[in-house]
């Protein structure tokens, strides 16, 4: 079946560090791959999405690129701030899979000062 | 434009109970999914519907149902709670045709505690 595979967190960063957190997938075809991100007591929202082979996606300051080759969806920022810090999201929706959305499980970022 | 709304936002309840949860998709967004969230977990697909019809369906029991009405909105049904079932219930509104559709846009959750 489908699946995403995210790196353990938490993960913890001083504020302007360089981020990156890892996802792979496994799928059989080629999904859409999206990142989410939850902000404390908040619900999910679309962080950044790629389509296809190649693709990056990019919304304030993150990016991530969809690798066939590597089955991966890395995201990634420059620069962190401390509004940065929440618990984010890789997920996949394959074609065919009645637009479900599979979910990793999190990895819980947090920015100091 | 008004986001996803979902209401209660809290809610308390004992097992054996049953319980409503209620979703108002984004304007012009005719597909509503559920999702549940348990604490430190990726969230899990539940149901999806478009136009009033059940679509897709995830690895829960019967005890968890859903419909669809001729406005869009949804509401998913527990019965029978069990403490398990103490979770986030997240609903995600998105287009059905196209490319966007793959786009899912997701509420505030209301937050379920069974005791």
């Known amino acids: 079946g489908n699946s995403v595979t995210q790196m353990e967190g938490p993960v913890t960063l001083s504020e302007e560090a360089f981020l990156t957190i890892n996802c792979t997938y496994t799928?059989?075809?080629?999904?859409?791959l999206f990142w989410y991100v939850q902000y404390p007591g908040e619900g999910l929202q679309l962080l950044l999405k790629?389509?296809?082979?190649?693709d990056k996606g990019s919304n304030k300051g993150f990016e991530a690129t969809y690798r066939k080759e590597t089955t991966s969806f890395h995201l990634e920022k420059g620069s962190v701030q401390v509004s940065d810090s929440a618990v984010y999201f890789c997920a996949l929706i394959f074609r065919g899979s009645n637009y479900k959305l599979t979910f990793g499980k999190g990895t819980l970022l947090t920015v100091n000062p | 434009d008004a986001g996803v709304t979902q209401s209660p936002t809290h809610l308390i309840k004992t097992r054996g109970q049953h319980v409503t949860l209620r979703c108002s998709p984004i304007s012009g967004h005719k597909s509503v999914s559920w999702y549940q969230q348990v604490l430190g977990q990726g969230p899990q697909f539940i149901f999806q519907?478009?136009?009033?019809?059940?679509?897709g369906r995830g690895n829960f029991p019967d005890r968890f149902s859903a419909r669809q009405f001729p406005n869009y909105s949804s509401e998913l049904n527990v019965n029978a709670l069990l403490l398990g079932d103490s979770a986030l219930y997240l609903c995600?509104?998105?287009?059905?045709?196209?490319?966007?559709?793959?786009?899912?846009?997701f509420g505030p959750g209301t937050r379920l505690t069974v005791t």
């Open positions: 519907y478009y136009e009033k019809e059940e679509r």
């Open positions: 790629a389509t296809k082979a190649d």
């Open positions: 799928a059989t075809g080629y999904p859409s």
């Open positions: 995600a509104s998105s287009q059905w045709r196209g490319q966007s559709a793959y786009e899912q846009y």
